[in-house]
């Protein structure tokens, strides 16, 4: 007897990050920060903690909201607060895909997108990049016109590129709507490309943000989404009704209030990324220049045996392996979260004696 609906049946569910629970890796496989958040966010969590657990939290997230808008200059009906950036991608599947409905996506990219898809019985294409992960219009277009949703990761991950205005814009589908996945940016230049909700169009697109990587919250789980008032009013009907807890939104909107600290740990991390884009080229690696946290290096002989040894050396990475993409090619590569300065001073190390050997 089969009781699983045949969308589940089907899937093979999103695989995360390895996360070791003993102590002594070096972790530089899911691109947390390796810094801790700011000093107010943790009085924060405290001051929630000792306070009304009892009682539900604010199902609008009021004090968040306000702030946020305050931040990014837009309305506080702009903003959709979330359990992580991943639950608002399950609410924007929720919202706006019925089934059978396209939701496209750039490959290689974030893969959950196809994930949730499929959960929601809807149907997905991967639009394959070029070798220089650019886009190839023509491909592109046929793919864009069918589209409900269109996700774009800006930055990408795994390869750390960032595309253009004019280049997210032609991804706007006519009857759809265009996610840009901001999950990375406060690592880019610019920041945000929240202007594009405010031309011609922008009452069909979505930006997502999460402090899991620039705000060093991780473990809270916390993320938003930002879009004209009547996009939100929608996503709102669908999310669970108290989707982030009091202890998440004291640490949110104490992290948003604390954006120097925040600035200065991302400053740290692209000065260590430097070095350790210099230090993979000179081992002999090709490297994408990246605007995120981390780095995507490949080597022509293949990475997964270096992966493997870095791995006896508990120093993890994320070994990743894409099929039947640019240009028809079999890519394998590592994404290479930007650690500390001993942290990547130690992959380094390990990596010449791997090399060396």
Aim: proline residues 6%; negative net charge.
């Amino acid at each position: 007897m089969n009781l699983f609906r045949p969308e589940v049946q089907r899937l093979h569910g999103y695989v995360p990050g390895e996360q070791p629970q003993d102590a002594g890796w070096i972790k530089l496989n899911t691109n947390e920060n390796p810094y801790p958040p700011a000093p107010k966010v943790i009085a924060a969590i405290q001051q929630a903690a000792e306070g009304r657990l009892n009682v539900y939290p604010d199902p609008l997230a009021t004090r968040f909201r306000k702030v946020a808008a305050e931040l990014f200059d837009v309305e506080p009906d702009m903003i959709l607060p979330a359990n992580g950036s991943d639950e608002n991608l399950t609410i924007l599947l929720r919202t706006f895909i019925s089934p059978g409905e396209l939701v496209a996506y750039p490959y290689p990219s974030y893969i959950l997108y196809e994930t949730l898809a499929e959960i929601q019985g809807g149907k997905f294409e991967r639009v394959w990049l070029n070798t220089d992960w650019s886009w190839n219009d023509t491909r592109t277009q046929s793919v864009v016109k069918r589209s409900k949703l269109f996700f774009v990761p800006n930055p990408n991950s795994p390869s750390g590129n960032v595309w253009s205005d004019d280049e997210l814009l032609k991804l706007q589908p006519e009857k759809g709507v265009l996610v840009i996945d901001e999950a990375y940016a406060d690592f880019s230049e610019p920041h945000s490309r929240l202007h594009l909700l405010q031309q011609d169009g922008g009452n069909q697109r979505v930006i997502t943000r999460t402090l899991s990587k620039s705000c060093s919250l991780a473990g809270i789980r916390f993320g938003f989404a930002i879009a004209q008032p009547e996009l939100i009013a929608g996503m709102r009907k669908v999310k669970d009704s108290y989707n982030c807890n009091t202890l998440s939104l004291a640490a949110a909107t104490a992290a948003l209030e604390e954006q120097e600290w925040m600035r200065k740990n991302v400053r740290k991390i692209i000065s260590t990324r430097n070095r350790l884009v210099t230090g993979m080229r000179s081992a002999g690696f090709n490297v994408v220049d990246s605007e995120t946290n981390f780095v995507w290096a490949t080597r022509d002989d293949g990475c997964s045996e270096i992966f493997e040894e870095l791995k006896l050396r508990k120093i993890l990475v994320r070994y990743m392996r894409f099929d039947g993409t640019m240009a028809d090619e079999t890519i394998e590569g590592l994404r290479i979260t930007v650690g500390t300065d001993d942290e990547i001073d130690g992959f380094l190390s390990a990596m010449t004696e791997i090399l060396g050997s």
